[in-house]
Structure formats: C-alpha cells, structure tokens
T-cell receptor
Framework: ETGVTQTPRHLVMGMTNKKSLKCEQH?????MYWYKQSAKKPLELMFV???????ENNSVPSRFSPECPNSSHLFLHLHTLQPEDSALYLC?????????????FGPGTRLTVT | QKEVEQDPGPLSVPEGAIVSLNCTYS??????FMWYRQYSRKGPELLMY????GNKEDGRFTAQVDKSSKYISLFIRDSQPSDSATYLC???????????FGTGTRLQVFP
C-alpha cells in the first residue's frame, strides 16, 4: 500500500444527492491533490492543497467542493453532479510542492452518477 | 491537439518479449518525464523519472527521452505477466509540479 487511503472505494449517487469523498495520508506529507480519471482520457488535476491552503483550482465546476482540514485529510464534497462526472477520483500526496517530490496515489473512488 | 499523445492499446505480448511503450508531446517546455504503472483497481505508482535526453535504466525497465523529436519511450525487457497493467506517461515544465498525463497504454503479458 502507498500510505494513501480513500473511502469509499465505490459510490453510486443520483444527480440530486450530496456526498463526500475522503482521502487520508499516513506519510507525513504536506501537499495533497485531487485528480479525475475518466475512461480514455488523461488524468486531470482538479485541486492542490499545500499546508492546508488551496494553491490550485484547475477550472473545476463549483459542484465539486474540496476541503482540507489538516495536512493528513482531504475531502471532495459533491452535489448536483452530472452523469459525465462519473469517473475514478484519485487522491495523491507529496512531501511538498518541490519539483523532486514524488506524488503517491491512493486507490481511488469509482464514482457513478445516475 | 493534445499536449501528450499516447496509444491506448491494448498491447498484448507473450511472456519474455521486449515491450516498447511510447508518448509524443507538443510542448517543448516539458523538461521532466515520468512513467507510472497502474494496476487494476489501484492508483498510479511512479516507475521511472527522467530529466534530460538519453536513457535511464532500472532493472528490466529503460526510459528513453528524445527532446529533439518530443518523444519518450519505456522499454520493458523479459516481460512478465505481473507487468500487465496500464502505463501512463507524464511530464511537466520547470518550476511547477503540475503533471500532464497521457491517456495510458494497457499492456497484457500472457504466459
């Protein structure tokens, strides 16, 4: 295991639901990331947090709302999603935003929006 | 035009074969190049990391970068069924940790 855990592993939700994805890293890292992985598309960076501060929002729709209460935990709050939001959502962490720091990925949450 | 192009495969080879995986890119500012391996139901894990043009070897894996052609490759020698996974190339420019990924190539190594 990489030291990055994500829950739930699978989630099915309707377009009117509100749900949250959780990520926890046990590596003592300071930077955390949310990525979206859709079929036949490259991984897309969504959000970056460094020392609990959001440092990047990659033009993500407001129906996705991140939260980083501390350096070990990262949430992605979801509401009024669309079917095209169905994808694998990956969390990653790194020691910092230094160029040489490797990003460690969690196993992802497979989200299906019906 | 996508910034990074990668053939999605699947690529199916017999055990013991030499595998060649490739990516092309359009942004000449990319300076750091990575290969990630992603097993089914897992997140990507970093396999190889290179900075300059040329070859870098690690066991059965060799990463090759040709900046003049904007082309990178990953070679796997003596491929094993355990190498069956999706291989993602990724790259970034200087002074940023923002990774730009390819779509991934699915590799199947059969016994």
């Amino acid at each position: 295991e990489t030291g990055v855990t994500q829950t739930p592993r699978h989630l099915v939700m309707g377009m009117t639901n509100k749900k949250s994805l959780k990520c926890e890293q046990h590596l003592g890292h300071n930077a955390m990331y949310w990525y979206k992985q859709s079929a036949k598309k490259p991984l897309e960076l969504m959000f970056v947090y460094n020392f609990k501060e959001q440092t990047e929002n990659n033009s993500v729709p407001s129906r996705f709302s991140p939260e980083c209460p501390n350096s070990s935990h990262l949430f992605l709050h979801l509401h009024t999603l669309q079917p095209e939001d169905s994808a694998l959502y990956l969390c990653a962490s790194s020691q910092g935003r230094n160029l040489d720091y490797e990003q460690y990925f969690g196993p992802g949450t497979r989200l299906t929006v019906t | 035009q996508k910034e990074v192009e990668q053939d999605p495969g699947p690529l199916s080879v017999p055990e013991g074969a030499i595998v060649s995986l490739n990516c092309t890119y359009s942004n000449s500012a990319f300076q750091y190049f990575m290969w990630y391996r992603q097993y089914s139901r897992k997140g990507p894990e970093l396999l190889m990391y290179t900075y300059s043009s040329g070859n870098k070897e690690d066991g059965r894996f060799t990463a090759q970068v040709d900046k003049s052609s904007k082309y990178i490759s990953l070679f796997i020698r003596d491929s094993q069924p355990s190498d069956s996974a999706t291989y993602l190339c990724a790259m970034r420019i200087s002074n940023t940790d923002k990774l730009i990924f390819g779509t991934g190539t699915r590799l199947q190594v059969f016994p």
